[in-house]
């Protein structure tokens, strides 16, 4: 297409820049003030047409560029195809956004063309990254944004602020820099985050202490040996002489190596936390018998 890919004359990541402001200000103008001009102008009728930013802040709708592959990188086609098939907000919002990603194409083409080292390329970022997307604009993103900023820190807050949060920001210099304030926050975030997942292991960590800690006092104490688990299935209990439920609390006597119910000894799981080593009723009396 005629005069649509503009000139080649940029040479710097700010003559690039300049490039794509230019286009990026026909693209908007296209949808947002000449909208109704670009609507007629994209004819589901005509074959594949692509919508064009010129660096003199104009637009064009037109077809592709003939060359194969073309000189520079071609926009989206057949966006008039689309466009009697969504509602038109939504149609100029998907428009918008392979205006973005052109654009984006089109300033980097240039830097990978006039030999843009890391430095530059970043400059050229950063600055294209300063503007909002065409996207942003069309859908009224960008003033949205923009009103959050020009609003107070204070105002956006809950009213109700964490105490930690309170006492730390208190501590600041009342002219501290709105970025240093930002990444203080953030770093007063990330803090509480950090004890909020130590807290979690500890309590974690305490639980599955106490898990292992009954297991024990159950007297298992070979899990990998498939005789004692089945003589322990098998086991009746001493003082009873029956099996009971499978989810019943028992506990072994340390000298005999008995089993027991926990109600027939009067044991809760409970209290079998505190006892290091437990003796049957049986057990005790032996040992309280006089020896003769």
């Given at each position: 297409m005629e005069?649509?890919?503009?000139?080649?004359?940029?040479?710097?990541?700010?003559?690039?820049?300049?490039?794509?402001?230019?286009?990026?200000?026909g693209m908007i103008k296209a949808l947002t003030t000449d909208v109704e001009k670009f609507y007629q102008a994209c004819d589901p009728d005509k074959e594949n047409l692509c919508l064009y930013g010129l660096p003199t802040e104009q637009w064009d709708v037109a077809l592709p560029a003939e060359e194969v592959p073309p000189e520079m990188p071609e926009p989206?086609?057949?966006?008039?195809?689309?466009?009697?098939?969504?509602?038109?907000?939504d149609?100029?919002?998907?428009?918008?956004?392979?205006?973005?990603?052109?654009?984006?194409?089109v300033a980097f083409y240039f830097g990978a063309r006039f030999g843009f080292?890391?430095?530059?390329?970043?400059?050229?970022?950063?600055?294209?990254?300063?503007?909002?997307?065409?996207?942003?604009?069309v859908t009224g993103t960008a003033k949205k944004q923009q009103m959050k900023e020009k609003t107070p820190n204070s105002s956006t807050k809950s009213n109700k602020p964490h105490p930690s949060k309170v006492s730390r920001v208190e501590t600041k210099p009342?002219?501290?820099?709105?970025?240093?304030?930002?990444?203080?926050?953030?770093?007063?975030?990330?803090?509480?985050?950090e004890e909020e997942e130590e807290e979690t292991k500890h309590k974690n960590h305490k639980r599955n202490t106490n898990t292992n800690t009954n297991t024990n006092k159950k007297r298992?104490?070979?899990?990998?040996?498939?005789?004692?688990?089945?003589?322990?299935?098998?086991?009746?209990?001493?003082?009873?002489?029956?099996?009971?439920?499978?989810?019943e609390f028992w506990i072994c006597c340390d000298l005999c190596e008995r089993w027991f119910h926990g109600r027939c000894v009067k044991?809760?799981?409970?209290?079998?936390?505190?006892?290091?080593?437990y003796k049957c009723p049986d057990c005790i009396n032996i040992k309280r018998k006089p020896s003769h």
């Open positions: 005069g649509a890919q503009g000139p080649y004359s940029t040479r710097t990541p700010e003559e690039v820049f300049r490039d794509y402001r230019g286009r990026r200000a989206v086609l057949g966006i008039n195809f689309a466009r009697d098939g969504m509602e038109e907000k149609w100029l919002a998907l428009v918008a956004v392979h205006s973005d990603a052109w654009l984006l194409a080292d890391k430095e530059a390329r970043r400059r050229l970022f950063n600055m294209i990254n300063n503007l909002p997307t065409i996207y942003e604009v009342p002219t501290l820099k709105k970025d240093e304030e930002e990444s203080g926050e953030e770093e007063e975030e990330e803090e509480e985050e298992i104490r070979n899990e990998d040996s498939d005789e004692e688990e089945e003589e322990q299935d098998n086991a009746l209990c001493g003082s009873c002489g029956t099996k009971g439920s499978n989810d044991v809760t799981p409970a209290k079998a936390e505190h006892i290091k080593q």
